[in-house]
């Protein structure tokens, strides 16, 4: 796998694809817009969208809820993320066999 492609880039390369279909459209060719090696790169970072709306996709309904939350509250809830995360250990309820250990 290469490496982590930032949402920076991967929205660049959905523009640029973008700008490549309308060209196509408009009757120009791809050879005018990008040499292969940065073509490439392109298909790489297309992957990457591809992939991280795959995973938005797969997760839609806890990023909705969470988004439900009122920014003021959502900064306060990851202000003391590490807090809450502890709380949650605390209140799992431990697998037979685990009860005193740490």
């Known amino acids: 796998?290469?490496?982590?492609?930032s949402l920076?880039?991967?929205?660049?390369a959905v523009r640029f694809a973008e700008t490549r279909?309308?060209?196509i459209?408009?009757?120009?060719?791809l050879r005018e817009l990008?040499?292969?090696?940065?073509?490439e790169y392109d298909m790489q970072r297309l992957g990457a969208a591809a992939r991280t709306l795959e995973w938005l996709q797969s997760h839609e309904p806890?990023?909705?809820?969470?988004?439900?939350?009122?920014?003021?509250?959502?900064?306060?809830?990851?202000?003391?993320?590490?807090?809450?995360?502890?709380?949650?250990?605390s209140k799992a309820v431990k697998p037979a066999g685990?009860?005193?250990q740490p």
């Not at 796998?1 to 492609?5: P, Q």
């Not at 909705?64 to 990851?78: D, T």
Request: glycine letters at 8%.
């Open 98 to 100: 685990e009860e005193g």
């Open 62 to 89: 806890e990023v909705r809820k969470l988004l439900e939350i009122p920014a003021e509250r959502r900064k306060l809830l990851w202000d003391h993320m590490t807090e809450v995360a502890e709380l949650l250990d």
């Open 25 to 29: 459209m408009g009757g120009g060719t």
């Open 1 to 5: 796998m290469t490496e982590k492609i």
């Open 8 to 12: 920076r880039q991967q929205i660049e």
């Open 34 to 39: 990008r040499p292969p090696r940065e073509a």
């Open 21 to 23: 279909q309308r060209t």
